[in-house]
């Protein structure tokens, strides 16, 4: 089985290759990725740029000839590639649009265009909901986006949505809520306190620190991904004859000219017998929560981190909370479990104690990050204000 991973070189990407060609012993894994300020090759060390069964192309999820030529050599594509820090979205967000929302739209076409794939996992996130109307968030939550990263996910998980209902792609649509762990950049709140403790500076919590969020060690993600794989999807592929691209050869790609438009444009329609039918229960594409079902807030971290890292909880301080910012939330994952039987395994305090331990051994990998750790952000006040 060959599986592409678009946005491997990332925090959540390098963990799951890595999780990948442990668990799957059959498996090639295929990294596609631009490295972007937030990936890295560095996050392939420890071996794994040796292993054979492993390969990296550097590229853009954007660019629609690569990306093509990829997704035909492979039966997995688990779409990482994105955008993905909120206060960043808050002062520039053109990039997020291009890579989250677009970047999306070229994967999803060459999965579209190649039936070779069995399987499209793409990762969105809970971000997608909004501050939670109603606890715990399942996923017929309303989607109410709060920041631009957080509405091109949503533009994203639709896209992918719609393009099941039209194209009958092979799609599972998974959003995981918060996630930390080992490789996570340092703009993200855990390793940012995490270092930053480590560090004997102070750890700037946004508003009242109450904002609470349900997280979920990077470990506990990475299986269910690999159940996702591991199950194909749940029979995913149970869709009606002809339902994806027309112009496909024996190969398992589409053939030159008669698949519609060259890879980077729309696939065309289903074929004559019409768009595909819903695949699964739910509508056209399966939609799954990935969360531990507990709420931790900012301001609790703060201090765990403190207590953990034997520093004085004096090293908090609070700065002025951040535009867009999501209240509280919390998972249930009880579909996800349903279907595939995976159940979070690594609590919060053991998973933060591992984080710690982690950052404490790496410390080159994570001070070559530092002069990233804060991010300008205008408050509602009006003032700039580093996050
Ligand atoms: N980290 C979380 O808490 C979390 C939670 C839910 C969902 N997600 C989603 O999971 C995915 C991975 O998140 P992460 O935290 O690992 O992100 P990350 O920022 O650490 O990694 C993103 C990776 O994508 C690559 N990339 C960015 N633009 C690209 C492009 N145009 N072409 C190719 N590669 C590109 C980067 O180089 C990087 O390696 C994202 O889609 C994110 O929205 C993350």
Request: contains cysteine; hydrophobic residues 40%; negative net charge.
């Amino acid at each position: 089985m060959r599986i592409l991973v678009t946005g491997g070189a990332g925090f959540i990407g390098s963990n799951f290759v890595r999780m990948a060609l442990r668990e799957l012993p059959e498996a090639e894994v295929l990294v596609l990725d631009a490295l972007t300020y937030a990936g890295s090759v560095e996050n392939f060390d420890g071996g794994l740029r040796d292993e054979p069964r492993f390969s990296f192309w550097y590229g853009n999820v954007t660019n629609a000839d690569l990306v093509h030529d990829l997704v035909a050599q492979c039966e997995v594509v688990v779409h990482f590639a994105a955008e993905s820090h909120v206060a960043r979205s808050i002062y520039d967000n053109s990039l997020f649009f291009v890579t989250d929302v677009l970047g999306t739209q070229t994967v999803a076409n060459a999965v579209a265009k190649c039936s070779g794939v069995r399987l499209f996992i793409h990762i969105s996130t809970s971000e997608v909901y909004g501050t939670a109307l109603s606890e715990p968030m399942d996923e017929q939550h309303p989607l109410n986006p709060l920041s631009p990263y957080a509405s091109a996910k949503a533009g994203a998980d639709r896209l992918v949505y719609s393009y099941c209902a039209t194209y009958g792609i092979p799609a599972v649509i998974v959003r995981p809520f918060n996630n930390y762990g080992p490789y996570q950049h340092l703009e993200k709140v855990v390793p940012r306190f995490v270092c930053s403790a480590l560090a004997d500076e102070p750890l700037t919590v946004h508003g009242s620190g109450r904002a609470a969020r349900d997280w979920l060690h990077v470990d506990d993600t990475c299986r269910a991904l690999l159940e996702v794989i591991r199950r194909d999807g749940c029979e995913r592929r149970a869709e009606p004859e002809g339902a994806r691209e027309a112009g496909a050869d024996a190969e398992g790609d589409a053939a030159p000219g008669a698949a519609g438009p060259a890879a980077g444009g729309a696939p065309t329609t289903a074929s004559a017998a019409g768009p595909a039918a819903p695949a699964c229960a739910d509508g056209a594409c399966p939609v799954y929560n990935l969360g531990s079902g507990r709420a931790v807030s900012v301001q609790e971290i703060a201090e765990l981190v403190c207590n953990m890292t034997g520093r004085s909880v004096s090293l908090v301080t609070h700065i002025g909370d951040r535009p867009g910012q999501v209240n509280k939330h919390i998972a249930d994952a009880s579909r996800f479990t349903e279907a595939f039987g995976w159940r979070p395994q690594v609590s919060f305090e053991d998973g933060l104690e591992r984080t710690i331990a982690w950052y404490a051994a790496n410390e080159p990998w994570w001070r070559r990050l530092e002069w990233m750790k804060h991010v300008p952000v205008r408050t509602a006040s009006g003032e700039i204000e580093y996050h």
